[in-house]
């Protein structure tokens, strides 16, 4: 009900509807909409929390800590204290997440990520995503596929995520000079395990 209010709320401020121009407007308003972020809310019910309410808003899954099952609908969001539930792992296979909602990554206990057919996933999101100092220390494995505005620049600029030990690179048509990306986490990351599979 919440979501709806919030929707609906900006659909009333508008003149225009965005969809009575063109539906791939209205689908990145509504996207935008998605991900906007809510400081007042981080602090009230922490960074946690308020994280997976926004990445179940977009489409993706978590996992907390001492859990075997995803997360996958914001109505049954676990309840109890806001210390409880730390986010262990994120899929975001299919969402909306973007660049702007990545201040709700303020995130210490995140050790996995998996990008898969992420449209609004771009080199600034990566660039973003690796200098947030908690999860640059946390983050052990991502996984990054099939996400097309992805190029070498984004990639290697997750050579700042200095305690990865896996990276799984796949369908990813920005990626033009794989042999300097090898080298780059070779220097960078001696002991990470990089799997390609890019054209």
Same mark, same amino acid.
């Given at each position: 009900?919440?979501?709806?209010?919030?929707?609906?709320?900006?659909?009333?401020?508008?003149?225009?509807?965005?969809?009575?121009?063109?539906?791939?407007?209205?689908?990145?308003?509504?996207?935008?909409?998605?991900?906007?972020?809510?400081? $007042?809310? =981080? %602090?009230?019910?922490?960074?946690?929390?308020?994280?997976?309410?926004? @990445?179940? *808003?977009?489409?993706? #899954?978590?996992?907390?800590?001492?859990?075997?099952?995803?997360?996958?609908?914001?109505?049954?969001?676990?309840?109890?204290?806001?210390?409880?539930?730390?986010?262990?792992?994120?899929?975001?296979?299919?969402?909306?997440?973007?660049?702007?909602?990545?201040?709700?990554?303020?995130?210490?206990?995140? $050790?996995? =990520? %998996?990008?898969?057919?992420?449209?609004?996933?771009?080199?600034?999101? @990566?660039? *973003?995503?690796?200098? #947030?100092?908690?999860?640059?220390?946390?983050?052990?494995?991502?996984?990054?596929?099939?996400?097309?505005?992805?190029?070498?620049?984004?990639?290697?600029?997750?050579?700042?995520?200095?305690?990865?030990?896996?990276?799984?690179?796949?369908?990813?048509?920005?990626?033009?000079?794989?042999?300097?990306?090898?080298?780059?986490?070779?220097?960078?990351?001696?002991?990470?395990?990089?799997?390609?599979?890019?054209?």
């Amino acid at each position: 009900m919440m979501l709806f209010g919030i929707i609906s709320r900006h659909l009333r401020g508008l003149k225009k509807l965005p969809w009575s121009c063109d539906s791939r407007y209205f689908w990145g308003w509504l996207n935008a909409v998605f991900n906007k972020v809510d400081h $007042e809310r =981080i %602090r009230d019910v922490g960074p946690d929390r308020a994280a997976s309410e926004w @990445l179940l *808003r977009c489409g993706a #899954l978590v996992r907390y800590h001492g859990q075997e099952r995803w997360q996958k609908d914001y109505n049954h969001l676990p309840t109890g204290p806001l210390d409880k539930y730390k986010i262990q792992a994120i899929d975001a296979t299919d969402s909306c997440i973007m660049s702007i909602g990545f201040d709700y990554m303020g995130l210490e206990h995140v $050790e996995k =990520i %998996r990008l898969c057919k992420c449209h609004y996933i771009e080199d600034n999101c @990566l660039q *973003r995503l690796s200098q #947030l100092e908690k999860l640059q220390k946390s983050i052990l494995e991502m996984e990054i596929i099939s996400c097309g505005n992805v190029t070498d620049k984004g990639i290697i600029a997750l050579c700042h995520l200095r305690n990865l030990k896996y990276l799984l690179l796949s369908d990813l048509p920005g990626i033009k000079e794989k042999e300097n990306l090898v080298q780059t986490f070779k220097t960078a990351l001696p002991s990470l395990e990089l799997k390609l599979h890019l054209k």
